[in-house]
């Protein structure tokens, strides 16, 4: 076995796959902040927590009907991102693995 690519392999192997990990585990911290962020009194806050608010429901206005209760679905679409960003570099690890098993 080629001991320069076994090497390599390892090294990637090594980065991505807890990369991937560290994705789906921020999701959950992430999707836990923002979903406290409203409930949060202070100024800056309250002005965030807004602004996030109207950009999701300004790009998707047309698309769906928000009622109050359902008007902070910023908390959502970070985790829903950061799950299937930890999914591919997960995925691409696999590949890589299989590619390599099939190389040597």
């Known amino acids: 076995m080629d001991s320069y690519g076994y090497e390599r392999h390892m090294r990637r192997r090594a980065i991505l796959v807890p990369t991937g990990i560290a994705c789906i585990i921020a999701a959950f911290g992430l999707a836990s902040f923002l979903m406290t962020l409203p409930a949060i009194q202070s100024g800056d806050a309250a002005v965030l927590s807004k602004a996030l608010d109207s950009l999701v429901s300004d790009e998707t206005d047309d698309y769906l009907n928000l009622t109050f209760s359902d008007s902070?679905?910023?908390?959502?679409?970070?985790?829903?991102?950061?799950?299937?960003?930890?999914?591919?570099?997960?995925?691409?690890?696999?590949?890589?693995?299989?590619?390599?098993?099939?190389?040597?």
């Open 72 to 104: 902070h679905i910023i908390a959502s679409v970070a985790f829903i991102g950061m799950i299937a960003i930890g999914l591919v570099i997960l995925s691409y690890a696999r590949t890589d693995r299989s590619n390599y098993f099939s190389a040597y």
